[in-house]
Structure formats: C-alpha cells, structure tokens
C-alpha cells in the first residue's frame, strides 16, 4: 500500500463475526467491503471528513470507483486491522488505500483503492471542499 502522506497511516480493528462466514467457511466478500467502509469512515473522522463534517457542512464523501482485492480468506473470529491511508486530493475528490491484515498472523487479506467525490447533499452535485478541509487537504495535492 503506498503512502504519500507526512501523516501516519491510522488504523481501526475488528474480528470477523461468526455471521458473515459463507457456505465455504471464510468470510463472505461483501463483508469485506462492509469492512472496510465502517472502518474507514470511521478513520476519515481523524482528517475531519466523519459524521461531524457531514453534520456542520452537509458534505459527504461518495464512492464513485472501488477497486478491491481479495488476497487471502480469513475465518470466524479472526483478528482484523484495517488501515487506511490518503493518497491524493484535488478541489473535490480524495482517493485513499485501505488495507485489511490478519492481526495475528500478519498477512494481507485484502485491499481496497477508492475514488470518492464530495458532494453536497442538498443538492447532490460534487462540489469543493471548503477552505478549512483544504487546508488539511493541500498535503495530499
């Protein structure tokens, strides 16, 4: 996973919960995503685009392109960190890379390149960031 960022990578972890186990005995690949998105978001809060932004701007960040990897299959309650990490912003767009490891055993299960665009909700049209989130942003440019 690359990381052009000045700042650290953060990180959030989980176990897999016995119900996203499939019928082949490892965790279903939409739970992935579920993942990876739950987790995420909760680590863009750190950069000031969470619920908070949403809430004082009434901007959200929509996935416009995902691309995930599935690397290897992890089982029911297994240790989980997902980390993610910004790769690059412009006016209206954040792409970042996430990654999801095996706590315990180290290894890669998967990972998730993401392109968002900030979109207003009231009119639900992309649209900049503002300034102050450009400032965090700038770094990233």
Known sequence: MKTVS??????????????????????????????????GHDI?????????????????????????????????GAPLTVSLSIDKADDKRLWTSLEMRHSEHGYIAATMDQLAVNVSLATRRATAFPAELNEILRQYR
């Open 44 to 76: 863009l809060a750190e950069y000031g685009l969470g619920e908070a932004y949403t809430r004082r701007f009434g901007f959200g960040l929509f996935t416009v392109k995902a691309t995930i990897a599935y690397v290897r299959e992890v089982t029911a």
């Open 6 to 39: 000045t700042l650290p990578s953060s990180t959030r972890s989980a176990h897999v919960d016995p119900s996203w186990i499939d019928i082949y005995g490892h965790m279903n690949m939409a739970y992935y995503v579920k993942l990876f998105d739950d987790l």
